[in-house]
């Protein structure tokens, strides 16, 4: 029981608050956010009475915080400790197989996509690749993608997501061994000679294998329970040096991992509003504070293009900010850096906090101001 109630914690953690972080913060809408966020306490609500035998102490310190939003007339019975709550029951109304098969299909997807970039070379993901095809030749597999693209794309950091099935188009072979755990029971003393046999098979004969589930070898029938059924792509299909190939048992993705000059603006203003984002943290500020957000071009070098991206991001920027990033005039660059963090005044208020940041060798200052 405790290795599934951890998988909930890390689906919770890593998958659903991960990919609610829109809705919870309230860029949706109300009505989205309310969703969100009751959705979350009832997660948090389970989780705290179901690890309640294993983690007693800190179950408990949940429970408390819990009950801060919790409606007074919910709270019936002894509410004192989370240890006298009813043992959660199952909601059977809750489940959804369709959402379960899709959303465990597009992890899949992720996850071979993390690993792609992580190969030789990584790529970060703060760098946006152009392309990620994904193949498959269930259909129904392809349109559980689709319905989910969005999320693969922004968690991938892909601007085109390209679906398949067409297996000539990208070289897909298929190979297949015996699958030892029943195989030589199974076949005797056959089994070696049938084992080399189905090595053997040439890539069309395994797909048949597949799409009927047996094929006759020798006058003996082999059925495709008995086998292991892999698939690669042969390395004639890839069309640039660059492109990574991930493989699971029944997905092939193909992710191109050259960086193109039209999507380095894009990881320079990634960048840029992490860098804005710790200053406010820095700053003691909360996300619903209203302020001015100024930046100065100290230093840009011509290979970086920071003075670009501050243009062609500006944009995306003040979405994710959800605040104007404004120009403001800067002196050479021992003087932004002697007076990062004053705090002096001026036509925008009270400067709150300023400091010169650094991007690929590229400098340029932050100040944050009242209105």
Not at 75 to 103: A, K, Y
Not at 187 to 210: E, G, H, I, Y
Not at 231 to 258: A, F, P
Request: aromatic share 8%; with cysteine.
């Amino acid at each position: 029981m405790v290795p599934r109630l951890l998988g909930l914690i890390e689906d919770v953690t890593n998958w659903y608050i991960r990919f609610s972080r829109q809705r919870l913060k309230g860029d949706r809408g109300v009505a989205e956010t309310v969703h969100a966020l009751n959705t979350l306490f009832d997660v948090l609500y389970t989780i705290a009475r179901s690890f309640a035998p294993f983690i007693p102490f800190l179950t408990d310190k949940l429970w408390l915080h819990l009950q801060e939003y919790m409606p007074r007339y919910l709270l019936v019975g002894d509410v004192r400790s989370v240890h006298f709550l009813p043992f959660p029951e199952p909601r059977q109304e809750l489940f959804d197989e369709v959402i379960e098969r899709r959303f465990a299909r597009m992890r899949t997807v992720v996850g071979l996509g993390r690993t792609c970039r992580e190969k030789e070379p990584p790529v970060s993901l703060k760098q946006s690749l152009m392309t990620l095809t994904v193949f498959h030749p269930d259909q129904e597999y392809l349109d559980d993608i689709v319905s989910l693209a969005n999320y693969i794309k922004d968690e991938l950091s892909i601007v085109s997501l390209v679906l398949s099935s067409d297996e000539s188009r990208y070289g897909v072979q298929y190979t297949c061994t015996a699958d030892w755990t029943r195989f030589g029971k199974k076949f005797r003393n056959m089994a070696k000679k049938l084992s080399d046999a189905l090595t053997a098979l040439p890539s069309a004969d395994v797909r048949r294998l597949m799409q009927t589930g047996s094929i006759a070898i020798g006058g003996t029938e082999v059925t495709a329970e008995d086998v292991i059924i892999k698939r690669r792509v042969t390395s004639d299909s890839t069309v640039s040096e660059r492109v990574e190939i991930g493989l699971d048992k029944d997905t092939i993705i193909i992710l191109d991992k050259t960086i193109y000059p039209d999507l380095k603006d894009e990881r320079l203003g990634r960048e840029i509003v992490s860098c804005i984002q710790k200053l406010r943290k820095k700053a003691g500020l909360r996300p619903t504070d209203d302020v001015r957000i100024e930046y100065a071009v100290i230093e840009d070098p011509d290979d970086i293009g920071i003075e670009a991206a501050f243009s062609t991001q500006a944009i995306a920027m003040e979405k994710k900010l959800r605040h104007k990033l404004e120009r403001y005039g800067a002196g050479p660059l021992e003087k932004a850096c002697d007076d990062a963090g004053g705090g002096d005044k001026g036509e925008a208020g009270r400067v709150i906090i300023e400091e010169v940041q650094e991007i690929l060798n590229s400098l340029f200052s932050l100040k944050i101001s009242t209105l």
